[in-house]
């Protein structure tokens, strides 16, 4: 049974009938499942009864594929040390025409003991940070066979509902060492890797060097998670949305002194959090999404003859620090390496 469902994953078999009559007709699949000519293959039914009720509930796919991971590490094959992360999106099977809109769905209201399978194992991962808890923001649209899937439009083309796994690979030989499977949500995907990397690790006692990913995981707290707790070099463009098109002075062009915790203007004037001294002192407050706000003077800014550069449209000029810039800074630092130049091409 584990056999053909390893064959359904491998080969992309959609469908349960499909797979049946694949291994009934074809000798390849009988030799792989270890049927011989004359027996019967398992009804349909019965792969779905062993995937929703035996496999679901048992860890025997996860000890089969870790065991084949502990062999490829013996073997050579895999040392941990350069990892690579990425998710895929992959559609759910749940009808986009049969579904509840945000503001008509309501878990509180759903009684657990007379609602279908699918129901009651979503509305138990509501806490769970790989799916309900991932994010704040509810779904646009909620599958009534399947509503633990995402409705998202990630492809460009219309919406549809889907999952995302998520992928650990160790780039030496490309093999993979976790799997994790969540919403189609990035604050999902990315706590994903986290439980990868520590699973892996726990697992079969790998250390990691450096990971290699996208821009949408390198975020502040995940770049400082990598850096400061587990001292793992972050290859990842950071995430940064300090950009200005309007042509105004940008972050970068205003100098940072952490001695004295100021930035200081292209014009030479001071932005700070508290510019009054207070007794006892405030501690500086935390602005929106693990924001720090240094602010000029009003009357530096209304003096200033780069105010038209600066901030035209506002009384003085504001700069965001995120709690997690010395990370962010030990992440754009890494990206001048050679070792980064060297992950961009793998």
């Known amino acids: 049974m584990i056999r053909m469902l390893l064959a359904d994953y491998i080969m992309g078999i959609r469908s349960e009938r499909r797979l049946c009559e694949e291994v009934h007709l074809n000798l390849a699949y009988r030799w792989f499942c270890r049927l011989d ?18 496999f679901r509930d048992s860890d025997q796919l996860r000890h089969l594929f870790e065991t084949v991971v502990a062999q490829r590490i013996t073997e050579g094959l895999a040392s941990g040390q350069r990892l690579a992360a990425d998710a895929s999106i992959i559609q759910a099977d749940a009808n986009r025409q ?11 209201k759903i009684d657990p003991e007379d609602a279908p399978r699918a129901v009651r194992e979503y509305l138990a991962t509501l806490d769970d940070a790989a799916f309900g808890a991932a994010s704040p923001v509810e779904p646009k649209f909620t599958s009534h066979s399947d509503p633990a899937a995402q409705w998202t439009g990630a492809r460009g083309g219309p919406a549809y509902f889907a999952y995302s796994t998520n992928y650990l690979i160790d ?6 060492l976790d799997v994790e499977a969540t919403r189609s949500i990035r604050r999902a995907e990315v706590g994903s890797v986290r439980t990868m990397i520590d ?5 079969f006692g790998l250390q990691a060097e450096r990971l290699i990913a996208d821009t949408a995981y390198g975020t502040g707290d995940m770049l400082d998670w990598l850096d400061r707790q587990r001292g793992i070099a972050p290859h990842i463009p950071v995430f940064d949305k300090s950009q200005r098109r309007d042509g105004t002075f940008e972050k970068v062009d205003f100098a940072y002194d952490a001695e004295h915790d100021v930035y200081t203007s292209p014009s030479g004037k001071a932005l700070k959090q508290n510019r009054r001294a207070l007794t006892p002192p405030r501690e ?11 602010r000029a ?35 754009r630092a890494s990206a001048l390496t050679t070792e980064y130049a060297i992950s961009c091409k793998l």
Request: aromatic share 4%.
């Open 37 to 54: 000519l004359t027996d019967p293959v398992p009804d349909h039914s019965t792969l779905s009864k062993n995937r929703h009720g035996r």
């Open 98 to 108: 049969i579904s509840t809109p945000q503001a008509d769905w309501v878990p509180e």
């Open 171 to 176: 780039t030496g030989n490309g093999v993979i």
């Open 199 to 203: 699973r892996v690790s726990d697992t």
């Open 284 to 294: 500086n407050k935390q602005y929106e999404n693990g924001m720090l706000r240094y």
């Open 297 to 331: 003077s009003k009357a530096d800014c209304d003096a200033c003859e780069l105010k038209a550069r600066c901030c035209p449209k506002a009384p003085s000029r504001k700069v965001l620090r995120s709690i997690y810039e010395p990370s962010r800074d030990r992440a």
